[in-house]
């Protein structure tokens, strides 16, 4: 909550400002019974009708006064609570897109995506809720004891003999019932996630007739989330009746100690009255007090979520580190590094590349080619050995000037809703004959053949385009600002061959001054490069150009012995 | 997942397109799903009517209880006190004990409703076409199957019961008060039309308020989680300040549109208390005047004012509800409408099971477009039984098509498909696709054990079978190399393993099934050359004897097929064997030289 409440201290004095408004709203509400009785007690028996009429009139007056006091403190509430929400999401969004890929492989998408949504909205309704009900509830409460007290000492020790049983009963009730609404939110999410992994995979679904068994499965899901929902409504439900009765008894017990009272010549039947309307003041206010917990508790349990992001601390610091030999573009030196920190994912990776050259890297599926590209993006640091880019160690070019140097190409890349220019532009403001050069350069003439062209419609994650095409659009999109190094990882594999081999041709011709490295399966990408990486379990198998490694290297030669025998 | 329980603004615009229904109709249909819980509802209305009925005779026996206590020492008649105090225990208790039973009912009664409505839904979902989920956002019906059905559970069993106690408490207030004093109920005269007025205005004006409220939410929760899924790629790209900028315009305009909903809806409930307060204050001045003139007891204005903030309560709550309501038939809508989606034709009348499988596969003249524009006119192509049909084309010729309307995903428009002489829409669904087994594009793997992603499709296996194909698919090892071996558990469809293992990991699966036909769909593409190599001498063993339709960009692939269609424009521009289409030097001669065309030619 200490990260939560930064975000309200800036708020502070608007807030005391609202909540004393709340404050006199409240306590101009609370004098209205008293004054029944006062016009009961007093002046009816007198028989005083100018007084009545008075009397009347200010509690008319202090009902308006409740009114406006409480719209404008409400309003306040909202506008703060708006204000604190805005900010809270604005820099939890802006820490999310900073958090080092490591970071966020640790959080997990979907838990960064309900951070983002369900956890901003409970503490925004915390905080809405606790502005307008935190005071008035209180004040209510204690309000309306303070008043009863004033008016009849006795008669409210009565009344106040329940409250301890109500603490206990809606303590117990709320600590339970919070526990098992999580237990209710992860069925739930279990049954959330298995609906959306049956509806991903319809077709091998309906193809296997498994209709039936996954059916059956998320029946069990279904069953059990509504069985534990029913199990925390069963309990929660029972704080009303629960409550509703302790202070039912407690109000018939006032009416008893009162007659004594009375008969005693201690206080008049008109007291009682007013008392009894008070009595619905504290009991409503205790059932705000209640709802107010619950609230807390939940909106608590988010801020703490959002607040473990928020608190990450930065990765990746950009650290001043000497320079080395600058005539070399791209330089491996000793690169190991695992993803777990226990067996190396990538083990002493040796290569350097000069300006304009192209590095090819091949191997086996899971041999660590996509994590050297990973690597010389920084989304990692190497536990050893060092990548250095014009000489400079990656580690110290900042960010900013780091990502300007590169176009690349992700397997399955992110592809998000909007239009193809858009997709393309990736937020860069290109202009357009970039956008224009770029789709022609990585051969998606696709685009210009649709009515639509770059205005064209994208669904969220290309759903509405075939694998060539997204691929195609991806490469557009390293293309289009020129970069110095383009990194493609198996970024063709969904081509023909033709569209394939035109492709590298444009690569040659537009792209010539251009640091490449490309990851592929196919030979034919990648054997006229400067040099080719044999990968196999993070190892360097091989390191040459195609013909060398076609003598010396004899898993190279194994992979091009099967994709060039077919020739024959 | 962030279709969380109480997310308002869930359901995002645009999805399943279609008029808007009366409101009659989805009621009618709501009351259905209630009406299965007929007796249910009976006992709750009986409980309802019963615990408020007790809840208002209280005030009246306090009041009784007040008259018995007379002003001035030693006047009170203690009897008559004790009597009415001991009767109003009574009747407490037993409300309270009627509404706990009654609260208890609803949440049974409302778990049987959420269990039903996602059961249907989602019993729905399975039998929709491949066509749905290929043309409406996941995420849309995701949000109807969590939140709309929410929504619509909580007013069903919350609202329905409000409302009839609402009116059982504000006409049984009215009776008491009228028996009290039917002077004294004038001043409702004044409070009452200007609740109304208020409410109405109130519902007014909020209702468009809170539809763009849901709208602007629903916007925002869609961007966040859209762009959380391409973290890296901004990263890289180095976008993060613009899409950061991007997010706060949403941010804002959500937070906004938050902001004037709720600006005015806070106004109720203040509202609601200032008219409680004002029928306080008439019954106060006009109970004292009355009481000056002997026409009402001290007991009976203690009564009245109960009753008046029993009474006042509800009509404002009203306005809610009736919001609420509006809230969850749109939801109700939505769930509908997803329901009113056209389920898979059913089987032909009589349709026969699909037995003995030979293989022999022909499609005649066979027409078929998505929408407006064709994807194939008038295909043909036949496979005699142990073939070998490879299918090329660029991309978007309408290859996928092809395999879609074997597994009769799809119905061609125009055409006949025939398996083994007899048309398929004369088979059943299940038994035509029972017959094939298939390595899709998209790897699918689910959240269980591997053990379960491997058997998936055929039920009874043991566990040395699944070894057996896994080690056919070179996938065993790896297996092996997790954490639990086959026991491992897959999270969220296998995320922590790389696409080309996956890939292995559903060609074992489809090993394992070991049916007559075979589609692969380039199923080898993402795979290593070494491994594809040995996964294609599993294969070439398991297409033994097997009609084999496959789909690769890779010729080494396919070069051994018994026939080669070459698909361009939705039609077969070629067909052959690999070196008659070779010699005939077409389109499959120029695809197949440019794999050694490397760019610098």
């Given at each position: ?258 007659a004594f009272r009375v008969n005693n010549g201690d206080t008049q039947p008109g007291t009682i009255i007013a008392f009894l309307s008070y009595f619905t003041i504290i009991l409503n206010a205790l059932m705000m007090v209640s709802r107010l917990f619950v609230m807390y508790s939940k909106g608590a349990a988010s801020g703490r979520r959002i607040a473990e992001v928020l608190d990450t601390p930065g990765e990746m610091e950009t650290l001043s580190l000497p320079v080395a030999n600058q005539d070399l573009h791209i330089e491996f030196e000793h690169v190991s590094f695992s993803y777990a920190k226990r067996k190396n994912d990538i083990e002493d990776i040796n290569f350097s590349l000069l300006p ?213 | ?601």
């Amino acid at each position: 909550m200490k990260t939560i409440f930064l975000y309200i201290r800036p708020k502070l004095r608007q807030m005391s400002l609202q909540l004393s408004i709340k404050f006199a709203g409240t306590i101009v509400e609370l004098l209205l019974p008293w004054m029944l009785s006062v016009i009961l007690d007093t002046y009816a028996a007198w028989g005083n009708q100018t007084m009545i009429w008075i009397w009347g009139g200010l509690m008319a007056l202090c009902s308006a006064g409740a009114l406006a006091g409480n719209v404008i403190a409400n309003r306040m509430a909202t506008r703060i609570s708006r204000d604190i929400t805005i900010s809270l999401r604005r820099d939890l969004f802006q820490k999310i897109t900073l958090l080092s890929a490591r970071q966020e492989d640790a959080f997990t998408t979907p838990s960064l995506i309900s951070r983002l949504t369900s956890d901003t909205y409970n503490v925004h309704q915390m905080i809405d809720r606790m502005q307008r009900l935190g005071v008035r509830a209180p004040i209510l409460l204690l309000g309306g004891v303070t008043v009863t007290l004033s008016l009849e000492p006795v008669l409210t020790l009565v009344l106040l003999t329940a409250l301890p049983l109500l603490g206990i009963v809606v303590s117990f009730v709320s600590r339970k019932g919070i526990r098992l609404y999580t237990r209710t939110q992860e069925a739930l999410d279990r049954l959330i996630c298995r609906a959306q992994e049956s509806m991903t995979g319809i077709r091998v679904i309906q193809a296997l007739s498994k209709t039936g068994y996954e059916k059956a499965r998320f029946d069990a899901d279904n069953r059990e989330a509504a069985n534990r929902e029913c199990t925390a409504g069963l309990l929660m439900n029972l704080t009303n009746p629960v409550m509703n009765l302790v202070l039912n008894t407690g109000l018939t017990l006032v009416i008893v100690v009162g007659a004594f009272r009375v008969n005693n010549g201690d206080t008049q039947p008109g007291t009682i009255i007013a008392f009894l309307s008070y009595f619905t003041i504290i009991l409503n206010a205790l059932m705000m007090v209640s709802r107010l917990f619950v609230m807390y508790s939940k909106g608590a349990a988010s801020g703490r979520r959002i607040a473990e992001v928020l608190d990450t601390p930065g990765e990746m610091e950009t650290l001043s580190l000497p320079v080395a030999n600058q005539d070399l573009h791209i330089e491996f030196e000793h690169v190991s590094f695992s993803y777990a920190k226990r067996k190396n994912d990538i083990e002493d990776i040796n290569f350097s590349l000069l300006p304009g050259e192209t590095l090819g890297i091949i191997g086996p599926t899971g041999s660590g080619k996509s994590t050297l590209l990973r690597l010389l993006l920084r989304l990692y640091d190497p536990d050893a050995g060092v990548i250095r880019i014009g000489g400079r160690d990656v580690r110290s070019i900042p960010m900013k000037e780091l990502y300007t140097m590169f176009g690349t190409v992700f397997q399955n890349d992110f592809l998000h809703t909007g239009t193809l220019g858009d997709n393309i532009d990736f937020g860069r403001d290109l202009q357009a004959d970039q956008l224009v050069y770029a789709a022609k350069a990585a051969q998606a003439d696709f685009i210009f053949s649709r009515k639509e062209g770059f205005q064209g419609n994208m669904a969220s994650r290309g759903a509405n385009f075939s694998g060539g095409q997204k691929q195609r659009i991806l490469l557009a999109r390293a293309l289009a600002n020129h970069p110095q190094i383009l990194l493609l990882d198996d970024s063709s594999s969904a081509l023909d061959y033709k569209t394939d081999a035109a492709l590298r041709r444009a690569l040659a011709k537009e792209f010539g001054g251009c640091t490449k490295i490309i990851v592929a399966q196919r030979i034919s990408s990648i054997r006229h490069a400067n040099h080719i990486l044999v990968l196999e379990e993070g190892h360097t198998v091989g390191y040459g150009t195609h013909e060398t490694l076609l003598q010396v290297c004899p898993a190279y030669r194994e992979i091009a012995r099967i994709q060039t025998e077919e020739v024959e | 997942m962030a279709a969380g329980k109480d997310l308002p603004g869930g359901p995002r615009g645009g999805a399943f397109e279609r008029p808007k229904e009366r409101a009659g109709v989805t009621l009618r249909r709501l009351w259905r799903y209630l009406f299965q819980y007929k007796w249910m509802l009976v006992l709750a209305v009986l409980l309802s009517v019963g615990g408020n009925l007790l809840a208002l005779v209280g005030p009246k026996l306090s009041g009784y209880a007040i008259d018995a206590i007379k002003p001035g020492p030693g006047q009170v008649d203690f009897q008559t006190v004790f009597y009415f105090a001991a009767l109003m225990l009574l009747f407490y208790l037993f409300s309270a004990v009627f509404s706990y039973i009654l609260a208890a009912l609803m949440v049974r009664l409302s778990r049987n409703i959420v269990y039903r409505l996602r059961k249907d839904v989602y019993d729905h979902l399975m039998q929709l076409p491949v066509h749905f989920f290929d043309s409406y956002p996941i995420g849309n019906v995701l949000s109807t199957l969590s939140y709309d059905i929410d929504t619509v559970n909580t007013s069903l069993s919350n609202d329905l019961v409000q409302v009839l106690a609402s009116i059982i408490t504000v006409g049984g207030s009215f009776f008491m008060m009228l028996s009290i004093s039917p002077i004294l109920i004038l001043i409702f005269v004044v409070t009452i039309p200007a609740s109304i007025v208020f409410t109405k205005y109130r519902s007014k004006r909020v209702r468009p308020l809170y539809r763009r409220r849901s709208e602007k939410l629903g916007e925002l929760n869609g961007y966040a989680e859209e762009m959380t899924g391409g973290l890296k790629t901004i990263k890289v790209y180095g976008r993060e300040a613009n899409f950061q900028k991007r997010f706060e315009e949403r941010n804002t305009a959500a937070s906004q549109a938050n902001y004037e909903a709720d600006s005015f809806a806070c106004m109720a409930g203040p509202t609601v208390n200032f008219m409680s307060n004002l029928s306080l204050m008439l019954v106060s001045v006009f109970g004292a005047l009355l009481y000056m003139g002997g026409g009402i007891t001290l007991g009976g204005v203690s009564s009245f004012v109960l009753y008046c903030r029993k009474f006042s309560g509800p009509i404002n709550e009203f306005a809610n509800i009736i919001s609420e309501l509006q809230s969850a038939l749109a939801a109700a809508e939505r769930i509908f409408r997803l329901l009113d989606q056209q389920a898979e034709v059913p089987d032909a009348p009589g349709a026969l099971e699909l037995k003995h499988v030979r293989g022999a596969v022909e499609m005649q003249d066979v027409c078929f477009g998505y929408g407006e524009k064709p994807v194939l006119q008038h295909f043909s192509m036949s496979a005699q039984p142990g073939q070998t049909v490879a299918i090329v084309g660029p991309t978007g010729a309408g290859k996928t098509t092809i395999i879609n309307l074997l597994m009769r995903f799809y119905d061609p428009d125009a055409g006949v498909i025939t398996v083994d002489g007899k048309d398929i829409r004369s088979l059943t669904r299940a038994s035509l696709r029972r017959a094939y087994s298939m390595v899709l594009q998209d790897t699918w793997l689910f959240t269980g054990t591997v053990l379960e992603n491997l058997a998936y499709g055929k039920e009874g296996v043991s566990k040395e079978e699944v070894e057996a194909a896994a080690k056919a698919a070179k996938i065993d090892g790896f297996i092996r190399s997790l954490p639990q071996g086959y026991d491992t558990v897959l999270q969220d469809g296998g995320m922590e393993i790389s696409k080309g293992q996956k890939q292995l990991l559903t060609i074992a699966r489809a090993m394992l099934l070991d049916a007559p036909m075979l589609i692969l769909d380039e199923a080898t593409s993402n795979v290593d050359t070494g491994t594809e190599r040995a996964i294609q001498a599993a294969m070439l063993t398991l297409m033994q004897g097997r009609t084999c339709f496959v789909i690769a960009h890779r010729l080494s692939t396919i070069q051994n097929a018994d026939q080669i269609i070459v698909l361009q424009n939705g039609a077969a521009a070629e067909c052959g064997t690999h070196q008659e289409l070779m010699d005939k030097g077409g389109y499959y001669r120029s695809l197949y030289q440019a794999q050694f065309d490397t760019g610098k030619a």
